[in-house]
C-alpha cells in the first residue's frame, strides 16, 4: 500500500491514479452509447460485463369486481398508452396481484349458533394475464382469509441481471431490452370457483355464490446498465 508522502513524492503513481479514475467515470458514459449504437459495430466486441441496473413497477390497472363462482370477469382494454412515457420504458414483464376474502354466509337464527353454524369452505381464484405471445396463470384460495396471490409473465433474460458475463454488448442488449415488446394492449381473467362448507345444524345451510376480488396489473420495467468488468484487487 502506498502512504500519502509516497504519493506526493512518486510521479506515476499520480498518473496511475488519474487512469484509474478517468476509465472509470469514463467507461459507463461509453458503453451506454455502444448500448444505443452511437458507436457503430464497437458494440460486437466480445469481453467481460457486468450487467446491472434497477428493475421498478409502473401500475397499468387495479380495482375491485365481484366475481360469481364459475363465471369469468375479463378486461380487456387495458393498454401502455394509458401510461405516461411508456414508449421510453424498457417494459420486460407484467406483474398481477390478486386479492381476496371469503364472502360465504350461513344462516341466522339460534339453531345455527355456534358450531352448529359450521366453518366455510376454501374457494379457488384463478388469474390469467395475456400480452401478445406471452401469458401467465395462477390459482390461490381464500383457506387463510384475507389471501392473495400474484404471477408474472417476462420477456427478457433476468438470469443476466447482477451477473458478469463473457459477451459482446450488442448480444446482452438483445436478451435484455424489449425493444418495444411491452408496448400495446393487456387483459386480465379472474375465475372463482365457490364452495360452501358444511353446517351441522339440521336446518343450516351455507351459501357461497362467488367472491369479491381485488386486482392490480404493474408493468415490470428495466433500468440497465452495462459496464465492463474490472478486476482492482491487484493494484496496490
Same mark, same amino acid.
Given at each position: 500500500?502506498?502512504?500519502?508522502?509516497?504519493?506526493?513524492?512518486?510521479?506515476?503513481?499520480?498518473?496511475?491514479?488519474?487512469? $484509474?479514475?478517468?476509465?472509470?467515470?469514463?467507461? &459507463?458514459?461509453?458503453?451506454? +452509447?455502444?448500448? @444505443?449504437? %452511437?458507436?457503430?459495430?464497437? !458494440?460486437?466486441?466480445?469481453?467481460?460485463?457486468?450487467?446491472?441496473?434497477?428493475?421498478?413497477?409502473?401500475?397499468?390497472?387495479?380495482?375491485?369486481?365481484?366475481?360469481?363462482?364459475?363465471?369469468?370477469?375479463?378486461?380487456?382494454?387495458?393498454?401502455?398508452?394509458?401510461?405516461?412515457?411508456?414508449?421510453?420504458?424498457?417494459?420486460?414483464?407484467?406483474?398481477?396481484?390478486?386479492?381476496?376474502?371469503?364472502?360465504?354466509?350461513?344462516?341466522?337464527?339460534?339453531?345455527?349458533?355456534?358450531?352448529?353454524?359450521?366453518?366455510?369452505?376454501?374457494?379457488? $381464484?384463478?388469474?390469467?394475464?395475456?400480452?401478445? &405471445?406471452?401469458?401467465?396463470? +395462477?390459482?390461490? @384460495?381464500? %383457506?387463510?382469509?384475507?389471501? !392473495?396471490?400474484?404471477?408474472?409473465?417476462?420477456?427478457?433474460?433476468?438470469?443476466?441481471?447482477?451477473?458478469?458475463?463473457?459477451?459482446?454488448?450488442?448480444?446482452?442488449?438483445?436478451?435484455?431490452?424489449?425493444?418495444?415488446?411491452?408496448?400495446?394492449?393487456?387483459?386480465?381473467?379472474?375465475?372463482?370457483?365457490?364452495?360452501?362448507?358444511?353446517?351441522?345444524?339440521?336446518?343450516?345451510?351455507?351459501?357461497?355464490?362467488?367472491?369479491?376480488?381485488?386486482?392490480?396489473?404493474?408493468?415490470?420495467?428495466?433500468?440497465?446498465?452495462?459496464?465492463?468488468?474490472?478486476?482492482?484487487?491487484?493494484?496496490?
Amino acid at each position: 500500500m502506498w502512504t500519502i508522502e509516497e504519493f506526493k513524492r512518486d510521479t506515476d503513481k499520480q498518473i496511475l491514479v488519474a487512469c $484509474i479514475v478517468f476509465f472509470l467515470v469514463a467507461f &459507463p458514459y461509453y458503453f451506454n +452509447a455502444v448500448s @444505443n449504437g %452511437a458507436l457503430g459495430t464497437s !458494440s460486437g466486441v466480445t469481453g467481460l460485463y457486468e450487467v446491472g441496473g434497477d428493475t421498478r413497477l409502473v401500475e397499468l390497472d387495479s380495482g375491485m369486481e365481484y366475481v360469481a363462482s364459475g363465471e369469468t370477469w375479463t378486461i380487456d382494454d387495458l393498454s401502455t398508452d394509458s401510461v405516461d412515457g411508456a414508449s421510453d420504458m424498457n417494459i420486460v414483464g407484467v406483474l398481477v396481484t390478486l386479492s381476496y376474502g371469503e364472502d360465504e354466509t350461513n344462516p341466522s337464527g339460534p339453531q345455527c349458533a355456534g358450531p352448529l353454524g359450521g366453518q366455510p369452505a376454501a374457494d379457488t $381464484i384463478s388469474g390469467t394475464v395475456i400480452h401478445g &405471445p406471452h401469458n401467465a396463470s +395462477a390459482s390461490g @384460495n381464500n %383457506a387463510d382469509s384475507p389471501a !392473495s396471490h400474484t404471477f408474472e409473465s417476462i420477456w427478457y433474460n433476468d438470469s443476466m441481471v447482477g451477473e458478469v458475463v463473457l459477451s459482446s454488448i450488442s448480444e446482452i442488449v438483445e436478451q435484455i431490452d424489449s425493444n418495444g415488446a411491452g408496448l400495446g394492449a393487456y387483459s386480465l381473467d379472474i375465475t372463482v370457483d365457490a364452495e360452501a362448507g358444511n353446517a351441522p345444524g339440521p336446518t343450516c345451510q351455507r351459501e357461497d355464490n362467488g367472491e369479491e376480488v381485488s386486482y392490480k396489473v404493474e408493468l415490470i420495467v428495466y433500468d440497465y446498465v452495462i459496464v465492463p468488468f474490472l478486476e482492482l484487487d491487484d493494484i496496490e
